[in-house]
């Protein structure tokens, strides 16, 4: 057990927005109270009142990101919001072309995205990650998916394919799956 003593930041010995908690530097770049309040008829929601501490730990190793892409902005919202409440780093995006110009592609540990998008379909994202060499699980959800997509999906490399409305627990032990391979 870790004294709590030695989770208490020390006092005057780092410069302002770092704390020294036991053998961490944590690097506070923004923090805000919200108040938030989301319900999506998918499944998915984050309620409540809290501190969104946007913070990154200084460690030497980069972050895990999973990367959202989907052109609905609330599932975007909702499923980042999920990510951040199940630990994880998240990044949104509103559609493959904005995910693949975005600097966040080396960072990137996992993909969750859309099948149907306007201009690159999920589909289309996940064969120019692989024809550029970029192997990163792919994580597919979608409202209107069949049979036939879902096996072309799982055939080119996708770690899950999951319809909406989505159960996060089957997402998030997917993530983490996707994480573990």
Known sequence: MIPLAALSPRANSSPPGVQIC??????????????????LDQGIGCIGLYADYLCSVDSGEKPTVIAIVDDDELVRIALQCLMKTAGFTAVAFASGEEFLNSGELERTACLIADIRMPGMSGLELQSKLSKDHHKIPVIFITAQGDEKMRMQALRTGAVKFLTKPL?????????RAALDS
């Open 167 to 175: 159960d996060k627990g089957i997402l998030l032990d997917s993530v």
């Open 22 to 39: 036991g053998d961490l530097r944590v690097v506070f770049l923004d923090v805000r109270a919200r108040r938030r309040v989301w319900h």
